[in-house]
């Protein structure tokens, strides 16, 4: 079946709007690699647009060298990827028994879930409960309120269900408990949904910035997020230790660029692995219909 | 022999967290009925009824407020909520895997970066020498400081959440497209049916299961617009257009520890937020058989 004339127009039309708004979704993100690069007298005399112009590395050493913001890259690397772990392991742990008709409490805990999806704390409660379990001003806050999320939860124990019946019948006639059960045999099976779970807990994880705005007042637990937005809406915290002289070949604009990049870049190298697995969580994600 | 208690085991720190994380914490919402003291604590602070919600009402600020929180989530509704199912739409049409991909990829990745960054990127955008600036100059524009300007926080809220979070929004209507019977499209050609008509006939009626229950996802969370993105984006001279439940909140609740108070305003919103749930949920099953529950 071959298509008709005006077939083709439409495909071809689709398309070249698609390639449109890609090329003008990626605008913004090239703006900002050209100041980055750019040299201060350029980027003041509004000539970059999408390249940069004389194009310097200054911003980006100067940035590269300060202390400061490495060390909330640390702490924000570090807060993901153990948090992350965490999250998987805790978020297991409570769906493995839900996702088994012998576990008896399944049906009350499952409705204790969805409404805890579904209705949401207010935020003061919610500050005045965790600063009530020593959570205020203590860098934990970064990871411990994020380590189990309902709705993950279910998307979980509904990949579980799937397991067939006879793998743990077996397992379990060998003398095989729930624990090994798990951790042997469900979760190494598991792979697909622990990635897609690794994936959403871990962006949540490294973009927070509610949490620490709250939580933290203490600027050396400050995490990347909380760090830019300081080096965003304050001139004098980004240039701060900068030498100011007439040849410097940066000023606060091309330095923002610089930050802002700096903290995308750990997630658009990351992009290409986790790639493949966004369709796979949609799919497992859509538990109903 | 089957022993049960290991099930029961695993459960307990799940439990805990979500009565620690989530319920306490809900409970404590009692205290929009209290004159909450932070050394009497959720249970023995004195009752006052409805006397937060009657300050609330009468209080200047939240006619304000609640306008604009109206205001953004019914844009949000109208202008955002479809874009995601007209590109997914467009994008299925596309034959080619490998334009298909860079596409998406180009569209997805707005959606990893935090509103932190995002906000950075737009007022770099915005800023006089930025991208928006030098443009309007190439058509002897005289510049605009659009992120100072209460006139522009309503669009920019409108194209940050698209630009962010449309390509996103296409994945679960793309795996909710590649399940329809392709068959279905077969018999379709063989009855002369044309593209535009396949969609309007066949993609579309499937695809609008999956449309209605997102939409009923995002009609709770109508006056939850979150926190983040507005915050960063949010200036003290676009307040009076951008300044939300939430961020008035985060105000008066967290930095002027009104307590009670801003609880009775959270209260509110989600409340509105359950209702509205519930009523469109009705609605929904009334219409077709879809629904959240």
Redesign the interface.
């Known amino acids: 079946m071959s298509e008709t004339r005006s077939e083709k127009v439409f495909v071809s039309a689709v398309t070249v709007l698609l390639i449109l708004l890609s090329a003008l979704a990626l605008i913004p993100l090239l703006s900002v690699v050209a100041t980055s690069l750019s040299s201060k007298s350029v980027v003041d005399m509004n000539l970059v647009t999408i390249w940069p112009k004389q194009l310097t590395l200054d911003s980006w050493r100067y940035i590269i060298d300060r202390p400061d913001l490495w060390r909330s890259f640390a702490l924000t690397l570090g807060s993901t990827l153990i948090g992350t772990v965490l999250a998987l392991l805790m978020t297991a742990l409570l769906a493995y028994p839900l996702s088994k008709p012998e576990f008896r409490w399944g049906g009350v805990v499952m409705i204790g879930v969805v409404v805890a999806m579904i209705f949401k704390a207010p935020i003061v409660p919610y500050f005045l409960t965790l600063r009530g379990l020593g959570l205020y001003n203590n860098p934990l806050v970064l990871i411990v309120p994020h380590v189990l999320n309902p709705f993950n939860l279910i998307i979980m124990r509904t990949f579980f269900k799937q397991f067939s019946k006879e793998l743990e019948e077996a397992a379990f006639l060998e003398g095989c408990g729930y624990f090994r059960m798990l951790f042997q045999f469900v979760l190494p099976l598991s792979k697909a949904v622990l990635a897609t779970l690794a994936l959403f807990y871990g962006v949540v994880l490294w973009n927070q910035f509610q949490h620490p705005l709250l939580f933290l007042q203490n600027p050396d637990w400050f995490p990347l997020q909380i760090k830019i937005r300081q080096f965003i809406t304050d001139d004098n915290v980004i240039m701060s230790g900068a030498v100011s002289s007439a040849d410097l070949n940066y000023n606060e604009r091309t330095l923002r660029a610089v930050t802002v990049i700096f903290a995308i870049i750990p997630i658009v190298a990351a992009y290409p692995f986790l790639q493949k697995y966004f369709v796979k969580g949609a799919m497992i994600g859509s538990v109903k219909g | 022999m ?3 208690w ?3 085991a ?2 307990i ?3 805990v ?2 009565i ?10 009692v ?2 009925f209290k004159d ?1 003291s932070v050394f009497k604590g ?1 249970v023995d602070s004195p009752w006052v009824g409805f006397k937060h919600f009657e300050t609330l009402i009468h209080h200047p600020d939240f006619a304000r407020v609640f306008g604009n929180t109206l205001m953004l989530g019914l844009l949000k509704i109208v202008l955002v909520f479809p874009v995601p199912v007209l ?1 997914a739409l ?2 299925n ?3 080619k895997s490998a ?1 298909k991909k ?2 998406q ?6 959606h ?6 995002v ?7 915005f ?5 928006f ?3 309007l ?1 190439w058509f002897g524009h005289e510049p605009v400081l659009a992120m100072q300007e209460s006139g522009y926080f309503r669009i920019i809220y409108v194209i940050t959440s698209i ?1 962010r979070d449309a ?1 996103w929004g296409t ?2 209507y ?3 497209i ?1 399940a329809i019977d392709p068959q279905l499209y077969e018999s379709a ?2 009855d002369g049916a ?3 008509r396949q969609i309007r006939h066949i993609t579309f009626p499937l695809l609008l ?2 449309v209605l ?1 997102l939409f009923l996802l995002e009609i ?1 969370n109508f006056l ?1 617009l979150g ?2 993105q507005v ?2 984006l949010l200036t003290p001279m676009t307040y009076s257009a951008g300044d939300i439940l ?1 961020t008035y ?2 105000r008066t ?2 930095q002027q520890a009104q ?1 009670s108070f ?2 009775a ?3 509110f ?2 409340v509105v ?2 209702i509205l ?1 519930f009523v469109f949920n009705r609605l929904s099953r009334k219409v077709s058989d ?1 629904g ?1 529950w």
């Open positions: 089957k022993v049960y290991p099930l029961y695993m459960a720190p799940g439990i967290f979500l620690l994380f989530k319920y306490i914490p809900l409970a404590g919402a205290i929009a909450y959720f590109l467009m994008i049409e596309i034959r334009l860079g596409v990829t180009a569209l997805y990745i707005p990893f970066l935090s509103w932190v960054i906000s950075g990127i737009v007022f770099d955008f800023s006089l020498s930025g991208l600036n030098v443009v100059g630009w390509g994945v679960v793309m795996a909710a590649s050609m063989i044309s593209k535009v299961p999956t229950v709770g939850d926190f983040d915050f960063n939430d909140v985060f609740g967290i307590y801003a609880t305003v959270g209260l919103q989600s937020g359950f749930v879809g959240l």
